[in-house]
T-cell receptor, first 111, second 113 residues
Framework: GNSVTQMEGPVTLSEEAFLTINCTYTATGYPSLFWYVQYPGEGLQLLLKATKADDKGSNKGFEATYRKETTSFHLEKGSVQVSDSAVYFCALTPPGNQFYFGTGTSLTVIP | DARVTQTPRHKVTEMGQEVTMRCQPILGHNTVFWYRQTMMQGLELLAYFRNRAPLDDSGMPKDRFSAEMPDATLATLKIQPSEPRDSAVYFC???????????FGEGSRLTVL
């Protein structure tokens, strides 16, 4: 089957700290992988994506690499800001299929 | 700037009342999803449409919930009768099968008293 497991939260970091949020998946076929971010009171919005093995998605200083051998898609950022405080969702979609979301990881960045 | 539009943004109603939430997907998108988000359960898939046909509504309580796409510009989610446990934020999202990316609306926050 298809599923996503992501790191339990909440995560609290100081500004400029390094961020890693772990995400592993199980999937049939060759899925695309995504990170979505949800700011308070808003809907989810796409942060980055990768469509095949070894692809690296990046946006706004965030990066994630599609690792087929470890079935992982960990989110990283070298220096977080207060404005990065949000809930982060890992997701996958097998080709032509529905989306599978992780449970979300809440990040709070303190000045 | 294309976006998914949901109405109403907020709804407060009493138990037993009918609630209808509407979603206008982005023009040209061929997939539509309805999700429910609560603190306890997180993000739950309620229904999934492709080319207006329902493909998966296994996450939806069938006795009180129904989801339809009367045309390509409108998706509806109806709850009848509503119950306090239905209180949540309901999100609609649309996308293209080809790209796989989903675009979410801002959500409809439902409170059932």
């Amino acid at each position: 089957g298809n599923s996503v497991t992501q790191m339990e939260g909440p995560v609290t970091l100081s500004e400029e700290a390094f961020l890693t949020i772990n995400c592993t998946y199980t999937a049939t076929g060759y899925p695309s992988l995504f990170w979505y971010v949800q700011y308070p009171g808003e809907g989810l919005q796409l942060l980055l994506k990768a469509t095949k093995a070894d692809d690296k998605g990046s946006n706004k200083g965030f990066e994630a690499t599609y690792r087929k051998e470890t079935t992982s898609f960990h989110l990283e950022k070298g220096s977080v800001q207060v404005s990065d405080s949000a809930v982060y969702f890992c997701a996958l979609t097998p080709p032509g299929n529905q989306f599978y979301f992780g449970t979300g990881t809440s990040l709070t960045v303190i000045p | 700037d294309a976006r998914v539009t949901q109405t109403p943004r907020h709804k407060v109603t009493e138990m037993g009342q009918e609630v209808t939430m509407r979603c206008q997907p982005i023009l040209g998108h061929n997939t539509v999803f309805w999700y429910r988000q609560t603190m306890m359960q997180g993000l739950e898939l309620l229904a999934y449409f492709r080319n207006r046909a329902p493909l998966d509504d296994s996450g939806m309580p069938k006795d009180r919930f129904s989801a339809e796409m009367p045309d390509a510009t409108l998706a509806t989610l109806k709850i009848q009768p509503s119950e306090p446990r239905d209180s949540a934020v309901y999100f609609c999202a649309s996308g293209l099968v080809r790209t796989g990316e989903l675009f979410f609306g801002e959500g409809s926050r439902l409170t059932v008293l």
